[in-house]
């Protein structure tokens, strides 16, 4: 198991607590140092807030952890590519490296704001992207 | 002074509560009814948090009030031009109508994300737009 295949597992624990709570399943993780500083997962439903996705609630925890606005030397780990809301919030943050899994055609960044990201940001997809997906495909299914 | 002015004065009480934090100078207030249902400012260095912006915190707590997450029915007033991230968030709640004052060349969504808004989302800009630009002038200025 790579690095970040580990810390893509942890965004997917989050993306389970999310489907345990009725919430399309997508989780997050900030990593700076080896360490996780920061987790969540979807909350709109529960906090009825369309802010709450899993990378704005780990990306406010790691700023938290912090003490600091800047994400510059860590790393987000994210089951789904992130909205453009996201991608935005990543964008101030100034993140060092994003780590997605699935893409998300219809509401992803890449097509509807490909430069929201700081230029500097290393952007990686496709890990874990099977499971990451099937997560997603289960919770729209038993929707149905 | 018409109705949308005297909102947009409202979130320029916003703006100048911003500013005497030394935030960068923007506020913003949901409307629904003729009502005020949610406000806020920029705090994103008083809370280090990114996500902090005017329209994210008014948003949240229109919800709040609402119950519910969606602002279908409401009328979003912001001193400047949202940014990538807030545009995500207004197109996430289905805003009725987007208002503001001072266009952001710079990091305003129109250039970065010009679909992130809910098609049906009506847009107005350039009211009480002088004023709006001059409190982000001045806050600049007094920055060098």
Not at 16 to 45: C, K, S, W, Y
Request: net charge negative.
């Amino acid at each position: 198991m790579t690095t970040d295949e580990r810390f893509m597992r942890i965004a997917l624990e989050e993306a389970r607590a999310a489907m345990a709570q009725d919430e399309i399943p997508v989780g997050a993780v900030v990593v700076a140092g080896g360490q996780v500083i920061g987790r969540g997962h979807n909350l709109t439903e529960t906090l009825r807030d369309v802010t709450a996705h899993a990378e704005m609630q780990a990306i406010t925890a790691a700023a938290e952890t912090l003490g600091g606005k800047y994400l510059t030397g860590c790393a987000l780990y994210v089951t789904v590519e992130p909205c453009v809301m996201c991608a935005g919030a990543i964008g101030w943050s100034q993140l060092g490296r994003l780590v997605y899994g699935a893409s998300d055609e219809k509401r992803g960044f890449r097509k509807f704001a490909p430069a929201a990201l700081h230029p500097k940001t290393e952007v990686v997809s496709g890990v874990l992207e099977a499971e990451c997906a099937q997560l997603m495909k289960d919770f729209f299914q038993q929707k149905r």
